[in-house]
C-alpha cells in the first residue's frame, strides 16, 4: 500500500528556510494531488499548500509568499520550502495524498517536528 | 474563505455513550467536499468520513456522518476506548484551497 515518509532537518534557524521532502513508496506519485500540512504545538491542522505530479501548485493564502513545493517524478517526491521562518512556524508538517475521489485527504505520513530556534 | 467552526471544544462522555460533534461553516458548503478526521496523540490524522456522510475504508459503523449547506455533525453511536481522540472537519473550498476546524476532543469522563 502507499506510504508517505516526511524528511528533512529537524531545527532550523529563525528567518532561514525550512525545506521538507516527502517521498511516495508502494505507488506511483502521478495522477494525484500532493498537500503539505502543518500542526503547531497542541494546535489544530493548517494546510499549507498542494502540487499535482504534473507540477500544478495552490498555495494557502496565508503563506503563499514564502512557500514553494514543488515535484520529482523520477523519484517519487514532493517538497516543501518555507521562507523566513519565524518561531510561529514551528510545526509538525505532515505530507498527505488528495484523494479527489473522495475529496480528502485519505493517506499521511507521519509527521515530521520542525523547531525553529536559534 | 470559509471558516469551520466545532463545537464543543471538549466533549466528556464515558465508553458506551452516544458522541455528537458539531462543523458549522460560516457560508454553505458542498456536501460533497465536506470530511472528518480522527486523530491521536502522536499520530497523523486519519481520515473517517468523506463526502459528509461516506465512512472511509475500514471505519466501523458507529462513525455516522450527516448534515449540509452550514450544519455538518459527525456522530459516534457508542463510544469505545479506542475512539477518545480529537477531531476535525475540513472542507475544500470554491477558491480550490482546504481548510480544517479547530478540533473537538472526545474525552473519557
Known amino acids: 500500500q502507499v506510504q508517505l515518509q516526511e524528511s528533512g532537518p529537524g531545527l532550523v534557524k529563525p528567518s532561514e528556510t525550512l525545506s521538507l521532502t516527502c517521498t511516495v513508496s508502494g505507488g506511483s506519485i502521478s495522477s494525484y494531488y500532493w498537500s503539505w500540512i502543518r500542526q503547531s504545538p497542541g494546535k489544530g491542522l493548517e494546510w499549507i499548500g498542494y502540487?499535482?505530479?504534473?507540477?500544478?501548485?495552490k498555495y494557502n493564502p496565508s503563506l503563499k509568499s514564502r512557500v514553494t513545493i514543488s515535484v520529482d517524478t523520477s523519484k517519487n517526491q514532493f517538497s516543501l520550502k518555507l521562507s523566513s521562518v519565524t518561531a510561529a512556524d514551528t510545526a509538525v508538517y505532515y505530507c498527505?495524498?488528495?484523494?479527489?475521489?473522495?475529496?480528502?485527504?485519505?493517506?499521511w505520513g507521519q509527521g515530521t517536528l520542525v523547531t525553529v530556534s536559534s | 474563505e470559509i471558516v469551520l467552526t466545532q463545537s464543543p471544544g471538549t466533549l466528556s462522555l464515558s465508553p458506551g455513550e452516544r458522541a455528537t460533534l458539531s462543523c458549522r461553516a460560516s457560508?454553505?458548503?458542498?456536501?460533497?467536499?465536506l470530511a472528518w478526521y480522527q486523530q491521536k496523540p502522536g499520530q497523523a490524522p486519519r481520515l473517517l468520513i468523506y463526502g459528509a456522510s461516506n465512512r472511509a475504508t475500514g471505519i466501523p459503523d458507529r462513525f455516522s456522518g450527516s448534515g449540509s449547506g452550514t450544519d455538518f455533525t459527525l456522530s459516534i453511536s457508542r463510544l469505545e476506548p479506542e475512539d477518545f481522540a480529537v477531531y476535525y472537519c475540513?472542507?475544500?473550498?470554491?477558491?480550490?484551497?482546504?481548510?480544517f476546524g479547530q478540533g473537538t476532543k472526545v474525552e473519557i469522563k
Open positions: 475540513q472542507q475544500y473550498g470554491s477558491s480550490l484551497t482546504w481548510t
Open positions: 498527505a495524498r488528495e484523494n479527489r475521489f473522495f475529496v480528502a485527504f485519505d493517506i
Open positions: 457560508q454553505n458548503v458542498s456536501s460533497s467536499y
Open positions: 502540487i499535482y505530479y504534473s507540477g500544478n501548485t
